[in-house]
């Protein structure tokens, strides 16, 4: 029973789509037509449409694992353990410092390959 459901459900998600963008063109295009009108007046029938769309999309197949997946990755979030601002001020300065001294070195290297390269060649820059 629940595969038919399924079926169905599924073979509707274009539709559901199609009537999510369609709501979503409607909204561009109305606030583009109706500039004449309040800002307030406009924002809020494009956050009205929005979530008229958000609401149609998140009952198709991908808009449920759209939406699982987003519930998974707010509590994985939510384990991760932040460092403390010493430790990103620290870590920032480790980075700093090796890019630094990475570019000197670079710089360096790059003199010397010019050098050799004009001295080979007998071409001076």
Request: net charge positive.
């Amino acid at each position: 029973m629940s595969t038919s459901t399924e079926n169905q459900s599924g073979s509707l998600d274009g539709l559901k789509w199609a009537l999510a963008a369609l709501i979503l063109i409607a909204a561009v295009v109305g606030n583009y037509l109706y500039t004449d009108m309040s800002i307030l007046v406009r924002v809020i029938g494009v956050v009205i449409a929005l979530i008229a769309a958000l609401g149609i999309a998140s009952q198709t197949n991908k808009g449920k694992q759209a939406f699982e997946f987003a519930k998974e990755s707010r509590m994985e979030v939510r384990k991760v353990i932040w460092p403390t601002r010493q430790e990103a001020i620290q870590t920032t300065m480790i980075v700093l410092a090796a890019t630094a001294f990475m570019s000197l070195i670079l710089w360096g290297l790059d003199a010397i390959l010019v050098r050799l390269v004009a001295f080979v060649t007998g071409v001076s820059i």
